[in-house]
């Protein structure tokens, strides 16, 4: 009862490891009771209940493995919103303040190309892409704002021109994750393919969780390096050959 109550109280968002490792204690427990229970008092029903329900959990588990990669990669680019503020601050803040005590805009401009410059160079493979998009999006701001406020065209063309020469190496830098991350793929698919999970034995599935889930954790450790890889080596080759299509 105890160990039911505990399984009643985790929120739907928990994961379902951590249900399953309190399920299978409660399959233990019943194991034991049906070890000296007698017939009137037998849960095997209850028992062969929870011995399918882990079954279907462990191939459930089993089913997300081949999104792990995916799951790394796009909780690397949510890190980039909290440059969210720092962004605002930069590039819409710090401008209106400046047109409000009459300060040279054109000359901030210039210092904020360098603030960017700085930003790109310090960010690494697996945050290029979002923070270009976070810059685009500041930029597609300001646009609306010049209709309004015509001074802050000349920080519009800085932030146009910075994309203009950063956005080309978007291309050369998802080519190196695509690399990096066909091996990691392929070890991961052939994990899985190992860990089929035919067996209905709980005892078994759980140790071959544990191994496997060690190896997938060197995967996406790895996977991990290869996203917080410095994109300055790559920005410092120059400009790729290949230009945008739309030009």
Request: charged letters at 30%; aromatic letters at 12%; a negative charge.
């Amino acid at each position: 009862l105890i160990c039911c109550q505990d399984i009643l109280q985790f929120r739907h968002s928990e994961p379902v490891a951590k249900f399953i490792t309190k399920l299978e204690k409660l399959h233990a427990y019943v194991h034991e009771w049906q070890l000296v229970a007698s017939r009137e008092y037998s849960a095997a029903a209850q028992f062969d209940e929870i011995t399918a329900l882990i079954i279907r959990w462990r191939r459930l588990e089993l089913s997300t493995w081949a999104k792990l990669l995916d799951v790394e990669f796009e909780n690397c680019e949510r890190d980039v919103s909290s440059w969210w503020f720092v962004a605002y601050e930069v590039l819409v803040a710090a401008p209106f303040q400046m047109m409000e005590s009459g300060g040279d805009l054109v000359e901030y401009s210039k210092e904020t190309l360098a603030t960017l410059e700085g930003f790109f160079k310090s960010t690494t493979l697996g945050q290029y892409g979002a923070r270009l998009r976070l810059l685009e999006s500041f930029r597609s701001l300001l646009g609306l704002y010049t209709k309004q406020f015509p001074a802050l065209e000349n920080l519009v063309s800085a932030v146009d021109n910075f994309l203009r020469h950063y956005r080309p190496f978007l291309s050369a830098i998802a080519k190196a994750l695509a690399e990096g991350r066909q091996s990691l793929e392929k070890d991961i698919k052939e994990q899985i393919q190992l860990a089929s999970w035919k067996d209905t034995n709980i005892t078994a599935l759980r140790e071959s969780a544990r191994r496997s889930h060690h190896k997938l954790f060197k995967y996406v450790r790895k996977y991990r390096e290869l996203l917080a890889q410095p994109t300055e080596p790559i920005l410092q080759r120059g400009m790729p050959e290949e230009q945008d299509d739309d030009e």
